[in-house]
């Protein structure tokens, strides 16, 4: 059944080893992130087997339904609906809002246990977490104070939203504070999570940040590269999950459509070049499983013309008579197309 997602699963193994090897060796635990694969059980007993530090996620659904003896982590901040479900669900949840730490507090209390927090630091990639420049050192005795909350960490997230690259500069605005909350509060961090796959940069270069003790990686275990330049990791696989589609229709036709054009299926105006004739091809996949223009033809005569919510069109006039409606076409898939046919229900999920 097509289309499909092929994920092989030893050599995810192979990359989750390489790396929490690495990890270690560089005195950092590592959380192996789940939600671009939506927590497939398959992968997570992976996570089970080569026992890592710990497991983390964004989507509360995907903690709840996993099946491990890990440490579980949410890495999105918790929505104050749903404190109940994170305490019950999650050893750990990263934070940066008060109202919403004195929420789990009191959820942990009515749970009769506590709830491991680590307070996000924004150190200017602009998404989540306390704006360094404000008084976090508050934010932190305000944590300390809960009961039920036990604050075992500081952390922070780039090269995510601002596309901000980790380099030493930019990770000692946190090392500042970390240092600040030893003088001014007696207060130390058991885990300072210094970012995800883009820290990988750092550790190709040889260069460490000691104060920086855990990372929180999901990219680099299924594409094998660091997200800051996008590099291959040397010794880890690139291709753990790719896609197949098959060709439901071959034909020649014009490449510039005929008569008045108006909207499309999207309600946009299309634009188009003119290449003359082509052979084109349809794939029984489209916008409602994956955007075209994040997949990639293995084969690289292959081009890719564009979408509707269940046709995908590629230009096969430089493969010859190579290709037949019913054959599969396999694609290389990006972070973001990666995402979207996990989570497609129309997409078969094959492991081998
Ligand atoms: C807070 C946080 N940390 C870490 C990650 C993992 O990022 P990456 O896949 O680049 O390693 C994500 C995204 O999944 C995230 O939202």
């Not at 026992?51 to 099946?67: C, G, H």
Request: net charge neutral; glycine share 8%.
């Amino acid at each position: 059944m097509y289309p499909r997602v092929n994920i092989d699963v030893k050599k995810y193994e192979d990359n989750v080893r390489y790396m929490h090897t690495l990890c270690h060796d560089y005195g950092m635990t590592m959380m192996a992130v789940t939600k671009v694969f939506c927590a497939a059980q398959p992968l997570i007993d992976v996570l089970n087997r080569l026992r890592v530090d710990f497991i983390a996620d964004s989507r509360l659904e995907n903690l709840a339904t996993m099946k491990t003896d890990c440490k579980k982590v949410l890495l999105r901040l918790p929505s104050i609906h749903e404190v109940d479900r994170v305490v019950t669900h999650a050893n750990l949840s990263l934070n940066s809002e008060l109202k919403t730490v004195e929420a789990l507090n009191k959820a942990a209390k009515r749970a009769g246990k506590k709830h491991g927090v680590i307070l996000m630091i924004d150190i200017g990639d602009l998404r989540e977490g306390i704006y360094y420049k404000e008084n976090v050192l508050n934010a932190i005795r305000d944590v300390k104070a809960l009961a039920y909350i036990d604050l075992v960490g500081i952390g922070t997230n780039l090269t995510c939203f601002g596309g901000i690259v980790p380099t030493e500069d930019t990770l000692k605005k946190l090392i500042d504070i970390i240092d600040m909350a030893k003088r001014i509060l007696k207060t130390e961090f058991r885990i300072v999570s210094g970012g995800n796959s883009s820290h990988i940069h750092l550790m190709l270069k040889g260069k460490e940040i000691p104060e920086v003790n855990n990372l929180r990686l999901g990219e680099a275990l299924v594409l094998g590269r660091e997200t800051a330049y996008g590099k291959a990791i040397p010794n880890m696989h690139q291709d753990v999950i790719t896609l197949e589609a098959d060709l439901i229709e071959i034909k020649h036709k014009p490449s510039f459509p005929e008569g008045e054009i108006g909207m499309n299926a999207f309600g946009q105006k299309p634009m188009f070049e003119d290449y003359g004739l082509m052979k084109r091809g349809i794939l029984a996949i489209g916008k409602q499983d994956v955007d075209y223009h994040e997949i990639i033809p293995c084969d690289n005569r292959i081009r890719l013309v564009g979408s509707s919510s269940d046709h995908i069109i590629v230009d096969l006039t430089n493969t010859g008579n190579d290709y037949d409606v019913g054959d599969v076409l396999r694609f290389k898939l990006s972070y973001g197309s990666l995402l979207s046919v996990m989570t497609s229900q129309y997409v078969v999920k094959h492991y081998g």
